[in-house]
Each structure stands twice: as structure tokens, then as C-alpha cells.
């Protein structure tokens, strides 16, 4: 079966063509960074118009590149939540005038369901169930025990802030360029000598998160060190770096800990921070079955779209409406 997939949920115009849920036949994305970086954040009404100026010529891309017409496809997947109202209007509107084009059903994507469908992108050996996911993106940050991919247990969340926030927010402190995760990742590998600098242990709930606190620390700290002047490349050095560890240590811990009490040998990570090499490097050391979708699947995709769509079906013609659907 072959599932076009739409994302549109914030800063990624993105299709996906996917076979059987697990095989890449063609992509496309046009990423918005360039234009929100200079915002220091995604700016919502732009984002809606460049989705909207890029959509078609994303979709006609991702179908070159399978070979295929639209004829020729079987569902069309569209992520309908969560996500920012007019990006995924975009995205939901293309859908269904494809839809009463050509006859192809509707089938309408849970963002979140997506990204943990993602370990199954390039992978055609089907994922073993049960397992515990962490789901750590700019808009989110959840433990889940999943049984199958339509049937999931929240287990925890943050309480304010997710992890990719705190990554953009703290980079922002730092005078780092949108978006902040892969920068702070970067500026903390420099560091080749002592830091003395430690960010404070969050006190929340069992498999629960709070980055607020991270925040402000930080904010605290680059006022403090900048009072005379600048701050200086070392100063940036160390307080990314001890974000990044106390931020990685604390999705890690709280992982493996809902791994360990729900006796699960199998963990994923998922979603854009997923992507960070020194939570990856936490979570592997463990004696556990550790899955995380290729790098470039941890961000936003149409594939992992695509992929949703084959393996958690709730299919439509093009009467559903995006503000009745129900959350994961
Ligand atoms: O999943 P995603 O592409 O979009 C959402 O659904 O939100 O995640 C984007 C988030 C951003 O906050 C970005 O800074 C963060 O993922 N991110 C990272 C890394 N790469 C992306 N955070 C930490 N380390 C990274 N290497
Ligand atoms: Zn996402």
C-alpha cells in the first residue's frame, strides 16, 4: 500500500511517499528555518503562508521522485494535531482537495503517533511491542508505554516547558541561532576543560519533567557572567554544556526508570531532540533494546506521516473536521 503523507504542523512543508509503512519511495520538504531564524522563534501567520506558497510544489516533488502519479496512490495521510491551527490548515486543505480530486481516502495523522512511527522509516523488520518511548520535541516531551501503535499509555510529561523549548530558549540566551537543540549539542562538544558550572536537579513527579527551572538557571547565570561584559565563547561553552547534561540526564533517568518498573526491555526515543548524540549515548548504556529512528526521522517528516497512515488507519473521505479529533 502506498500512503502520501502531509506534515504541516509548524516550520516543515514535508511529503512523504511510503510503502507498506516502512519504505521510502519519494520525499520532499521545504524547511522554514531561514525565514524564522531571523525572529529567533517560528512566527505563526508566516509559517501558515509559506506552507501555502510551497505545498503543491512539495507534493509534485515527492511524487517525481517515486515515479508515481497521484492516481496511483493509495490513502493520503495528513497530520491534523497538534500543532499551530494555520500551518496545519495548509496542510489538511491540500489533502482533501487531492482527496475530491482523485477518490483517494483520508487518512488523519496524530503528530505525535507519527513520530513514534518513525522508528519504522528504512526499517522493513516489523518493531517488537511492547515498549516505553520517550517523545521529546519542540512541542512536546512524554514517557508512553506502547502496546501497539494505535494503543498507548501516557505515563508522564512535562509540567511546562518540553526539552526542545528549553534547547531553543536556552541557545537563544546564548545568542545561538533558531532552532537551538543542534547548536547547544554543537557548542557543548568544544568544551576540553573543567566546568564548574551545574544546573539544578528538577523536583517533579515520578516520570514527569520540568525545564522552566533550567531556564531561568541559565538566564540567571548569563546575567550574572555578563554583568561587565560579554560573555565570553568559553562562559557559552560551559553553559551549554551543563544544560545539556542536566537536561539529557533527566529524560534519560526518567526513561529507564519506566523502562525498568514496567519490566519493558525495549525503549524509543523519538521526535526532534531524539536526534542529540549525547542523550543517545545515555540511553544506549544500558543493557536495553534501544530503537530511535534514523536522525534525519527524528524532525518533522511527511514519511513518518505516511507511515502513520499505514499502521494506525482512521480513515476519512473529506468530511472530517480537524477540531473534533480526538488527542492521542
Ligand atoms: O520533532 P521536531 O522536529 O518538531 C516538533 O514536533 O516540535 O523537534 C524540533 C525540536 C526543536 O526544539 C529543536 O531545537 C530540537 O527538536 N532539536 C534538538 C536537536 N535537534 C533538534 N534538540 C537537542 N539536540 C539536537 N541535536
Ligand atoms: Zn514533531
Not at 67 to 75: A, P, Q, T, V
Not at 128 to 133: D, G, I, L, R, S
Request: glycine residues 8%.
Amino acid at each position: 500500500m502506498k500512503v502520501l503523507g502531509i506534515e504541516t504542523s509548524c516550520d516543515d512543508t514535508s511529503v512523504g511517499i511510503v510503502e507498506d509503512g516502512w519504505k521510502i519511495l519519494g520525499e520532499s520538504t521545504h524547511s522554514q528555518i531561514q525565514t524564522h531564524r531571523r525572529f529567533g522563534g517560528i512566527v505563526p501567520e508566516i509559517a501558515a503562508r509559506e506552507h501555502f506558497e510551497f505545498i503543491d510544489e512539495v507534493v509534485f516533488d515527492a511524487l517525481d521522485q517515486a515515479e508515481l502519479s497521484l492516481g496511483e496512490i493509495d490513502r493520503i495521510a495528513v497530520t491534523y494535531a497538534p500543532g499551530l491551527m494555520s500551518s496545519l490548515l495548509v496542510g489538511v486543505t491540500a489533502a482533501k482537495a487531492m482527496s475530491a480530486l482523485t477518490n483517494i481516502p483520508i487518512v488523519a495523522v496524530h503528530h505525535l503517533r507519527a513520530h513514534i512511527c518513525a522508528i519504522q522509516l528504512n526499517n522493513p523488520q516489523l518493531v517488537e511491542f511492547p515498549f516505553v518511548c520517550l517523545l521529546a520535541s519542540g512541542g512536546h516531551t512524554q514517557i508512553l508505554y506502547v502496546s501497539s501503535f494505535e494503543e498507548m499509555k501516557l505515563l508522564g510529561g512535562t509540567l511546562d516547558d518540553s526539552a526542545g523549548e528549553a534547547f531553543d530558549k536556552v541557545a537563544r540566551l546564548l545568542g545561538l541561532p533558531y532552532p537551538g537543540g543542534p547548536e547547544i549539542e554543537k557548542l557543548a562538544k568544544c568544551l576540553d576543560f573543567d566546568c564548574d558550572v551545574v544546573f539544578p536537579m528538577p523536583k517533579v513527579g515520578e516520570f514527569d519533567f520540568s525545564f522552566s527551572g533550567l531556564k531561568t538557571f541559565a538566564l540567571r547565570k548569563v546575567q550574572a557572567l555578563s554583568q561587565e561584559d560579554e560573555l565570553s565563547e568559553c562562559q557559552k561553552i560551559k553553559i551549554a554544556y551543563a544544560f545539556q547534561e542536566r537536561a539529557c540526564s533527566e529524560l534519560s533517568r526518567k526513561l529507564i526508570a519506566a523502562a525498568t518498573k514496567y519490566n519493558c526491555q525495549n525503549i524509543v526515543i523519538s521526535g526532534g531532540v531524539a536526534a542529540n548524540s549525547r542523550l543517545r549515548s545515555l540511553v544506549q548504556a544500558h543493557e536495553l533494546n534501544v530503537i530511535a529512528p534514523d536522525l534525519r526521522y527524528c524532525m518533522d517528516n511527511g514519511a513518518m506521516i505516511a507511515s502513520a497512515g499505514y499502521h494506525c488507519p482512521d480513515v476519512h473521505g473529506m468530511d472530517f473536521d480537524i477540531k473534533s479529533r480526538q488527542p492521542l
